[in-house]
């Protein structure tokens, strides 16, 4: 069982909705769901490249796929997630645009975020405690010859190189791509998700996300809701 602490929107919100057709899946329920018929791309190009980000489901990484310390619980974690969730206020993720990341499509935000960043670290800081540590074996799997000496170091410290300064937040919709894939998949990804990505996404849950087996695909265990009980009362 390996967990992770993710970024997704609510499961009724309109950009989960589109997310779960253009992945094939839903990240709450974990059933398949129907591609989108889209001009210019086929229904099995769409599901071949979108393989990988539909195993992880529709998420921004705060916290990387972890196995828990043998000292510590599933039930305790849940319990420091619901307090931390508490002390953190929402937020709004300024708009989000389609942009390429590395030989990746994903969806990025439109201007850089400080607050999402350094919630992003804190995160990490928090919750590195219920972190097993990675094996010598896991660290090789990570390829950590081919990173940056701070990406390295991120690695053996964090468990993740792209933690603290590297990290940035973003949500991946493709695997790899090459160029004229790439062209052809931006264009279409643009016209599909600008109904959808227009404003500001509100940022008001933090989400445990579960792979209950070695190469299980992620689902959400559950949404932590930010802020103080009194306030959400209130509101």
Do not use: K
Not at 86 to 113: F, K, S
Not at 179 to 187: K, V, W
Not at 219 to 231: D, E, I, K, W
């Amino acid at each position: 069982m390996r967990y992770a602490i993710f970024f997704t929107p609510p499961a009724g919100d309109p950009l989960t909705l589109a997310a779960a057709s253009w992945l094939g899946r839903s990240v709450y329920s974990g059933e398949a769901v129907d591609h989108p018929s889209v001009r210019g791309l086929g229904l099995h190009e769409i599901a071949f490249h979108t393989a990988l980000p539909r195993r992880y489901g529709f998420h921004a990484v705060l916290m990387a796929p972890f196995q828990l310390h043998p000292d510590v619980t599933e039930a305790a974690l849940l319990r420091e997630l619901m307090r931390f969730a508490g002390t953190i206020e929402p937020l709004a993720i300024p708009p989000l645009h389609v942009g390429r990341l590395g030989d990746h499509l994903g969806l990025v935000p439109e201007t850089p975020c400080r607050m999402i960043d350094l919630l992003a670290a804190t995160v990490v800081q928090q919750f590195d405690g219920f972190r097993a540590p990675l094996t010598e074996a896991e660290i090789e799997r990570r390829d950590p010859y081919a990173l940056t000496a701070p990406q390295f170091a991120n690695l053996y410290r964090w468990g993740n190189p792209y933690v603290m300064d590297e990290y940035r937040f973003h949500i991946d919709l493709t695997g790899p791509l090459d160029g004229d894939t790439m062209r052809r998949f931006a264009s279409v990804l643009e016209g599909y998700f600008a109904p959808v990505i227009g404003d500001p996404v509100p940022f008001s849950n933090l989400a445990l996300f579960v792979e209950r087996e070695q190469g299980a695909p992620f689902q959400v265990h559950s949404l932590h809701p930010m802020g103080r009980v009194s306030a959400r009362r209130i509101a």
